[in-house]
Nanobody
Framework: VQLQASGGGLVQAGASLRLSCAASGSTFSRYAMSWFRQAPGKEREFVAAINWSDSITYYADSVKGRFTISRDNAKSAVYLQMNSLKPEDTAVYYC??????????????????WGQGTLVTVSS
């Protein structure tokens, strides 16, 4: 599956952004989808995930209550709605896919497919 992330930009603290990840090349509905982010000088970190079979969602503690992951299987897309953005949310955001939610779903190494990333910058 090929993934294309979009929707990043420059916003002020407290604003909202919606990231999109379009998938192609395979049966999107059968993939678990996740978002990761990587800030300058830091390791890539897990943000959110959504299962393919029951759409159960998982979130990093740092974004819980502010970010929402969702998917539209008919459009082969996954979204990340980001509200109440903070300067510490500044990072390149990546979407990732795998055939199921692994017990290690917060670790980037378990994901087989990655998009190219979209930059989110939050100014204070």
């Amino acid at each position: 599956v090929q993934l294309q992330a979009s929707g990043g930009g420059l916003v002020q603290a407290g604003a909202s952004l919606r990231l999109s990840c379009a998938a192609s090349g395979s049966t999107f509905s059968r993939y678990a989808m996740s978002w990761f982010r990587q800030a300058p000088g830091k390791e890539r970190e897990f943000v959110a995930a959504i299962n393919w079979s029951d759409s159960i969602t998982y979130y990093a503690d740092s974004v819980k209550g502010r970010f929402t992951i969702s998917r539209d299987n008919a459009k082969s897309a996954v979204y990340l709605q980001m509200n109440s953005l903070k300067p510490e949310d500044t990072a390149v955001y990546y979407c990732a896919a795998d055939h199921s939610i692994s017990r290690y779903y917060t670790e980037s190494r378990v994901y087989a497919y990655w998009g190219q990333g979209t930059l989110v910058t939050v100014s204070s």
